[in-house]
């Protein structure tokens, strides 16, 4: 699979045969490449409605006829909106044309009335990444592989105020164990700024989890 970073909490991920965006806040998102919105496009897993989230989502959607992975509530906001979403819920998993979607807990506000943010492991071609989503550390991290195997990447947030910092991002990394791990949701706003290269340096010098640092628009082979 490929992962390609799109900036703050954006991704693109080509696996199993799909195309699939995360959180594509691309309009308006000082860090999104060029072209960022003109990729293919199945799927978006968009993890909460906040703006710097939904970003282009019903836009996208709309245009390629692709479905929103989503939490109940936001999906049925989608829906009102004329997106074609399915709305799952924390705990609960899929197969997907692209492999196994589970939604996983993510402690954060979710933009909606009544609704909840959720984090997302994706599993296929032998692979499993979890995308963090917009979160506070919190230590049923630890379920992620006691539950699920081994998790091959981590997107996790270390731009604090909204989310957890660098160095609960740390120990995020030491309870998940991922072989791989890209830091997201910093140094796009004033408010979020982050030092990446210190985050890769105290993760690898105490563990075994390697920190790949993307500049937008960079891909990931995993
Ligand atoms: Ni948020
Ligand atoms: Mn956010």
Redesign the pocket.
């Known amino acids: 699979m490929q992962l390609r970073y799109l900036g703050h909490a954006a991704a693109h991920l080509t696996v199993g045969g799909a195309a699939i965006y995360v959180d594509p806040f691309l309009t308006g998102n000082p860090l999104a490449p060029p072209g960022a919105a003109d990729l293919p496009c199945d799927f978006v897993l968009l993890?909460?409605y906040?703006s710097?989230?939904l970003g282009d989502t019903v836009e996208l959607a709309k245009r390629n006829q692709a479905t929103v992975l989503t939490t109940n509530e936001i999906a049925l906001e989608l829906q009102s909106q004329g997106v074609q979403a399915v709305g799952m819920h924390i705990g609960g998993h899929k197969d997907f044309p692209f492999g196994h979607l589970k939604l996983v807990l993510a402690q954060?506000?979710s933009?909606i009335s009544g609704g909840l943010?959720a984090g997302f492991v994706v599993g296929s071609e032998g692979k499993k990444v979890y995308f963090a989503?917009?979160t506070a550390l919190y230590s049923d991290m630890k379920l992620l592989r006691q539950l699920w195997g081994p998790i091959d990447l981590a997107l996790l947030p270390i731009g604090s105020h909204?989310?957890m910092d660098a160095k609960d991002a740390q120990v995020a990394v030491e309870w998940i164990d991922p072989t791989y791990v890209i830091p997201i949701h910093y140094d796009t706003f004033p408010a979020i700024e982050a030092d990446g290269e210190a985050f890769k340096r105290a993760v690898e010098s105490t563990g075994r989890s390697h920190v790949v640092l993307l500049a937008p628009g960079a891909t990931f082979d995993l």
């Open positions: 993890s909460h906040h710097d989230h954060h506000g933009g943010a989503g917009d909204y989310t």
